[in-house]
């Protein structure tokens, strides 16, 4: 909400500082967001009093004026028709600048020298006015600086009012608990309403509303023989100030009592109406209407209409209709203050996508009993602005409903709000607000509540009146008084933080995606159509194709972050995110799952002055995750991958059991393709659900040996189609005095050789070198009678 | 042969050793078994008993001269060797080292991990709820009517009738207090969604959510804890204020403000000049939430606060565009 401090002032008298104001209306819940200050883009302009108007002796059109600018007069000739003697106006003079930037020169114009300039509101920049000379106050002084007028300088505040405060979306609402704040009153504004006495509005319309629930009240007021113009500068500058537009002087009426009061008002073409009547009715059909904004919109059982016993004229409290509305030559206004049921302004304007100023207010609620008031001030100011005649009267349909009453115990105000007030002082600042204390009993008081607070229904929506109006800075700080309970420390999040600490001191940076990705993700990653990740949950109104989903696993969201980096000359990276995936099934809430996703591409480092580091490879990756899984004590087997977006031949399955947790391996060419990455990429996912579930994270103190190892070192040439880790278990089954087993060989020239290193150790004694032999030559034999498996001697 | 002049021979013939090799053969004979002293020894037997005394004498003291010199050599020679063995193995310091590669957290995890730590240390348990959430705990019981703007299709991401992408953790309140008799103390960080795209919004962010839920909690209990909890974040002198605002979900509601960590309150950019800056919604639980989940709002009282962790970590780092954080920019994320 916009509120021009000029027109506040009227309400009540601002004795003090803008941010000192703004500064209190915030710590009552109206939070100043900013605080406009007015501009001029001219410079050197002042007011001039003009003392003669003689018209040109060689120029038709044009004036000579003798302008009194202060301590003299000058002559400044001039076109404009509304030039009057005894009228103040701008005076640009020599050397000022104007809005468009034009600076003003002594200039001679057909023989006559003309000293300076008389200016409209658009060549000062204060409106798209140019139609004459802006005509100022009377009051304004000849010869100050046109900045200076108290009726052009003027500060704005931007409120932002909370979406339960409707009742703060007009000048005299903002006014009210600025009131409050200084401990005064206020009252609406007066004025004189003067009809005509012999034409009533019941001769010339009739009011029919048909739901008064819906409506609860309608007053229909009339004026004759209007002359639509243009507003007097005092009000379109409002206007305008508040972030609306200036159309005529029976529209702009209607705007500005409704930022004046809060009560949304719409003016008919009486005219136009087909048959002298309003029916205030709820649709029971479709039908297709026209807006006064040239739309047509698609009305449905259930909107309220304002019809004219032909058809629709508006679409109740939300927008008028071009049939209706008022033009230059319209002469009879029937002019409509009503109040409409919130729910049937809500329902209707999002169904339509309409948020005018009008539904803005109607939707939260606005004062019933001021109804009849706005619509007679309208009235009045129309009468001002385009003349006719008042009408005597009104048509009027109200269902009267009792002012709400709440009881509230004042010990429970004091409690929740850790406070102690007494009733006296609640009492007190309760009734600033117009909450009034209407009676008493069982500790504690009734309330009523003013009819244009829709926000407070229960006792807890009165203590946060006392809250806000005692102050939210005057409520101590203190220490809850509540049971100690036991914290309740998940396993997830210790799994998470060891998972985390172990990736960052492995050289893993981490990175969070967005959940979303595209069904794009999975075609890249060529997963199957009957695989569990085809089934992602689409989003009904996404951003973007590229955020139509929820992912169903991560690794594509680091290939992306490897393209980026790779785009911006990181070529040396090692990343991994956790986070959730999702997988959509046919009952209930989609499942969600935690997903580890690991990603190295490029090497340690791009170089070093030792030696140049080896770039990555699967056995990088592969060690990081084993090493992980050590620390939740789980025994993975690595069987050969089967996903079919990693090279079949550098990839593996991981295996708990027979239960496949995860894969990891060299991304195929194509898919880095699909994300434009040009280099080898090695990635690998795991399900860290599973990982939770069959972890843990106990550690048994194992003691220390107390005799020397043994260690001896054996080679075999091994067939490709026997998996290592198949024999390295095999060599530890042979004996218990075999603690590790470790590969610290490995190359292919027609056969495959690999040589083990390992290590014995006994926790009694000191192993003999007979014992040991014994072992060795055991392990020979049991794998040397394997096919496939020679010993190399 | 006179003694003399062999003492004046071996001084001659060690002032010409240069190293330990030919120190050591010149040991070997002066003092070998063979050598010079071996012979003279030898020689001695010629002489009578009263020669041999003296001359014996003479022969050791000179022998022990003889040996102490050596040794005086030896150990000039050995201290040498090692000092070129040092300076063979020179390095210039200056080289670069080798500077261990380590990862780092994503600065949102820091900043998360930084809060939940305060407040578990206050009491609070951790608690989480789903992201893909059913509109009813979104909003519903969150006393968000079925009309309220809030629920504006601009928004809400929507996957079907009645179910949602979380808005806020909030939905984590009342599964809480639904499983959950009183009191209940709990902080739910999480990511959320809204369907927002520019320069200042993601359509995905992160919120804690806090709840605390008991017989005798106060709104000067909320501001306590969340005094608490910003004096530890942004350090004890920060300035903050609570205002009064709105929630559909909690009342009295309350806005908190930190005083600008930019320009320390004297207006800025960043504040809009006001020199606060909002960095917490928070209020006492609507009991109309309470009656939601079975609870008596005449018995029990609590407060709920929620923060986004995007602007909290852009505030402490000083980030000044929230896209950053998914760019996973290497040199964004190495700066942590
Ligand atoms: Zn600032």
Redesign the interface.
Known sequence: MRVPLEWLQEFIPLDMEPQELAKRL????L?V???EEAEFSFKNVVVGNVLTVEPHPQAERLKVCKVDIGERAIPVVCGAENVQAGKKVPVALIGACLAGGAIIEKKEIKGITSYGMLCSEKELGLSDDQSGIFILNGDARPGDKLETVESLRDTVFEINV????GDCLSIYGIAREVAAIMDKKIELPSFEYVTDGDEGVEHFISLDVKDLDACPRYVLLMIKGIKVNKSPYWMRRRIIKCGMRPINSIVDVTNYVMLELGQPLHAFDYEKLKERRIEVKVADSNLTFRTLDGQERGLIPGDLLICDGHGPVAIAGIMGGENSEIGEDTETVALESAFFNP?FI??TA?RLGIKSEASLRFEKGIDVDTVEYAGKRAIYLMHMLSGGHVLDGKKEAFKKEEKKRIFVKYGRIN?????ILSPEEIGRLLASIDINVVGEEDEGFIVSIPSFRHDIN?Y??V??EV??LHG??H???????????P????KK?RFLSET?QY??????????????FSRKDLDNFVIPDDDERRKC????????KE?EA?RTFIAQGLMK?IA??LN?G?KN????EI??I?IEREEG??L?YHSLALAITGR??DY???GSPPEYDFFDLKGVIEGLLRIFNLDVEFRKGTEPFLNSSVSGDIHLGEEKIGWLGEVKEGVLKAYGIEQRVYCGELMFDKVMKMGNLERKYNPIPRYPHVIRDFSFYIDESIPVSKVMGMIKEVSPFIVSVGVFDMFRKERRSISFRVLFQSYEDTLKDEEVNKIQDEIVKRLTAIDGIVLRS | MELGSIRTKIEQELSSVKDLSSLNQFRIAILGRKGLFSELIERLKSLDKEERRNYGREINELKLWAEEKVEELKTHFEMEEKRRKELASWIDVTMPGAIPIVGRSHPLTQTLEEIVKIFTSLGFSVAEGPDIEYDYYNFEALNIPKDHPARDMQDTFYVRPGVVLRTHTSPVQIRTMESHLPPVKIIAPGAVYRCDNDISHTPMFHQVEGLMVDKHIRFSDLKGILTVFIHEMFGEKTPLRFRPSYFPFTEPSAEVDIGCVICQGSGCRVCKNTGWLEILGSGMVHPQVFRIVGYDPEEITGFAFGMGVERIAMLKFGIDDIRQFYYNDMRFLSQF
């Open positions: 915030t710590m009552r819940g939070e967001e900013n605080i909370p979406p339960n405060r729910f809500r329902s999002r409690d929740v709000l850790g406070i229960e807890m929506d203590i946060e809250a806000r939210y800075e409520i101590p700080a203190t220490t809850p008084v509540t049971s100690i309970q914290l309740i420390s998940s999040d985390r990736l960052y001191s492995a050289g893993f940076y981490q990175v969070i995606n967005f959940s979303f949950v689409m989003i009904l109104n996404p951003i973007s955020l929820t972050n980026y980096n911006r990181s990276l090692k990343l991994f986070g959730k999702f809430l989609p969600e340690e480092r070093f002055w030792k």
